[in-house]
């Protein structure tokens, strides 16, 4: 069986050649290669997520605005990170499994990276480039939202969940964009 960093390797964007989120490639979490092109059109949000983390509850939420607006052209893509206290320590098998039995997840979760250091994976140092804030991932839970088109990053920490205003407002925006 391949590894998940041999994968990566294979399917890796350089984050200077990526012009956007759909020149990626990533395994899903059951380890199948996955382009980053299907979803192009939508508007997506990019979430480094942990199982065991004070704010682990924040997939609920995920999952109720992923639920309410999938219709509309949003999804959420989590991406498991063990950065951050060790709060990610699960296989992929471990962790699919925790969020469909504890959180009912059904939307598309991809295999575990690094969200931070010399390791980061290539998506993470793509998106943190395209705003802003260049600083490091803070913690488990970062998001950024990205426009249908993929010219539009736009990042929250881990404290502001989707249902925060800010948060809530720039979805809702991004979906009304045609």
């Known amino acids: 069986m391949i590894s ?3 994968i990566y390797a294979l399917l890796a964007v350089s984050p200077v050649a990526a012009s956007s989120l759909y020149d990626f490639s ?3 979490i059951d380890g199948k290669p996955t382009s980053l092109k ?3 059109g939508k508007v997506v949000l990019v979430v480094n997520v942990a199982s065991k983390c004070g704010l682990t509850p924040q997939y609920d939420a995920l999952q109720k605005v992923y639920e309410a607006n999938k ?3 949003l999804v959420v893509l989590g991406f498991p990170a ?3 206290g060790g709060q990610e320590p699960g296989t992929d098998a471990e962790i699919k499994t925790f969020c469909s ?9 991809f295999s575990k990276i690094s969200v931070k250091g010399e390791d980061i ?5 793509w998106l943190l480039a395209q705003t802003e804030n260049h600083s490091d991932i803070e913690w488990n839970f970062g998001k ?10 736009l990042r929250f920490s881990p404290r502001d969940t989707v249902e925060s205003p800010n948060v809530k407002k720039a979805i809702e925006s991004l979906l009304a964009e045609k």
């Open 121 to 125: 994976h290539p998506l993470y140092k």
């Open 71 to 73: 219709d509309k052209g």
């Open 82 to 84: 063990n950065n951050f």
């Open 4 to 6: 998940a960093a041999a």
């Open 38 to 40: 299907k979803f192009k």
């Open 144 to 153: 950024f939202l990205i426009a249908r088109d993929g010219s539009k990053v």
């Open 26 to 28: 990533m395994p899903n």
């Open 101 to 109: 039995s504890n959180y009912n997840v059904t939307f598309p979760m």
